[in-house]
C-alpha cells in the first residue's frame, strides 16, 4: 500500500496533466523511493548505573530451630517480605514536656502488635456498637413518625365528628382508601415518606453529633498540646473560651485559632500582672528600707546606751556613794595613822 507522500505527488501528475488538456499525453509519474531506515545510535561511553544492592535484613538463619525461629516477626514492605527479630525497640512518642519538646520512649515491637491488634478491635467494636445504634435510633424514627401519624389520624376523625358535612367527608376518604388502589398508594406512599425523612434526620443527627464529638476531641488535644508553651494560662479558661466561640460561630475547628486565644490570655495576664508587680517592687523596696532604718536606729540606741554606762561612775554597794578623790598627791603617813588610812579606803570601797 503506497504511502501518503506517494500519493499526493500522484495527484499532483494527474491535476497537472489535466491543466494541459492533452488526454493523448501519458501523465508523468514521479517515482518515489522509500525513506532509508533511521541509522542506530551510535553506542555512547556512559556505562549503565551498577545495580542497587538491596539492603540486608535480619532473618533466621539457615537450619534454624524453631525456636529460633520463634524469635523473629515476619513483615513486609510493599511486596518484599523481611523480618525482624522480637524485642527490637521502636520509638513511641508520649506527650510533650514542659518545655514543649516531645516525650519518645522505646517500647518493644511485640507490644507495639498487641497494642495495635488491641486497637484494631477496639475500633471495630466501637464501629459496630455506632453501626447499631444508628440503626435503633433509625427505627425508632420511623416508629415515632408512624404514631404522629396515627395520632393525627385520629385527631382528624374525632374533629369530624363534630360536623356532619365533615364527617361525611372523612367517610367518603375512608372508603375511598379501602376501594381506589391508587388512592390507598397515595397515602401510604405519603406515610412512607414520613418515616423515610424521619429516619434521614435521625441518621443526619447521629452523624453531626459524631463530628461535633470528634472536633471535641481533636480540639481537646489541641488545647492541651499548646498548654505547655504558656504555662501561665489554664487550660480550663482556654476550653472555655474556644467552645464559645464555636458555638457562636466565630471560630473554626483550626489549631492556630487555639494558639491565638493562648497568645491573648498570655498577653492579658502580662499586662494585668506588670501593675502588680511593679506595686510589689515599691512595696518591698520600703520594707527594705524600713528594716534597714530600724536596724541603724537600734545600733544608734546601743551604742548611745554604752557610752553613757561609760561616764556613769560607778556605785557602792553599801548604798552610800564614794567621796570623789580630790586631784593630787597622795598625803603621807606614818605607821600610827596605818590603821586609819585602811579604814577609810575600806570604806571608799
Not at 536606729?297 to 548604798?319: F, I
Amino acid at each position: 500500500m503506497p504511502d501518503a507522500e506517494t500519493v499526493q505527488s500522484a495527484a499532483a501528475v494527474v491535476k497537472s496533466w489535466i491543466a494541459d488538456g492533452t488526454p493523448t499525453a501519458e501523465p508523468v509519474t514521479v517515482e518515489t523511493t522509500p525513506a532509508p531506515d533511521p541509522a542506530p545510535a551510535a553506542p555512547t561511553d556512559t556505562p549503565a548505573p551498577a545495580p542497587v544492592a538491596p539492603e540486608p535484613v535480619a532473618v533466621p538463619p539457615v537450619g534454624a530451630t524453631p525456636a529460633q525461629i520463634a524469635e523473629f516477626i515476619a513483615g513486609r514492605h510493599g511486596d518484599t517480605e523481611f523480618q525482624v527479630p522480637k524485642g527490637l525497640l521502636l520509638p513511641l512518642k508520649r506527650g510533650s514536656d514542659a518545655q514543649g519538646k516531645p516525650i519518645v520512649e522505646f517500647a518493644p515491637v511485640e507490644e507495639l502488635m498487641k497494642g495495635g491488634m488491641r486497637e484494631r478491635d477496639y475500633q471495630l467494636k466501637r464501629a459496630s456498637e455506632a453501626a447499631q445504634r444508628r440503626d435503633v435510633e433509625a427505627q425508632a424514627a420511623r416508629l415515632q413518625a408512624r404514631e404522629t401519624w396515627l395520632k393525627e389520624q385520629e385527631d382528624q376523625m374525632v374533629a369530624a365528628q363534630k360536623d356532619p358535612q365533615a364527617w361525611e367527608a372523612y367517610q367518603q376518604m375512608q372508603e375511598m382508601y379501602r376501594t381506589n388502589p391508587t388512592f390507598r398508594a397515595k397515602m401510604d406512599d405519603a406515610l412512607a415518606s414520613r418515616e423515610n425523612a424521619a429516619e434521614v434526620q435521625a441518621y443526619r443527627a447521629r452523624d453531626e453529633a459524631q463530628v461535633r464529638s470528634d472536633a471535641l476531641g481533636m480540639a481537646v488535644s489541641w488545647i492541651q498540646d499548646t498548654a505547655a508553651e504558656f504555662p501561665g494560662v489554664d487550660p480550663e479558661r482556654i476550653r472555655t473560651l474556644y467552645a464559645d466561640a464555636l458555638s457562636t460561630g466565630r471560630a473554626t475547628l483550626d489549631p492556630a485559632q487555639v494558639r491565638a486565644l493562648y497568645q491573648q490570655e498570655a498577653s492579658y495576664i502580662a499586662r494585668a500582672m506588670t501593675p502588680l508587680q511593679q506595686q510589689f517592687a515599691d512595696l518591698k523596696g520600703q520594707l527594705d528600707a524600713l528594716t534597714a532604718r530600724q536596724a541603724a536606729e537600734t545600733h544608734n540606741a546601743t551604742t548611745q546606751h554604752a557610752l553613757a554606762r561609760d561616764k556613769t561612775p560607778p556605785v557602792s554597794r553599801s548604798g552610800a556613794a564614794p567621796a570623789p578623790v580630790p586631784p593630787g598627791p597622795v598625803p603621807r603617813f606614818g605607821p600610827s595613822q596605818l590603821v586609819d588610812v585602811n579604814r577609810s579606803w575600806a570604806k571608799q570601797r
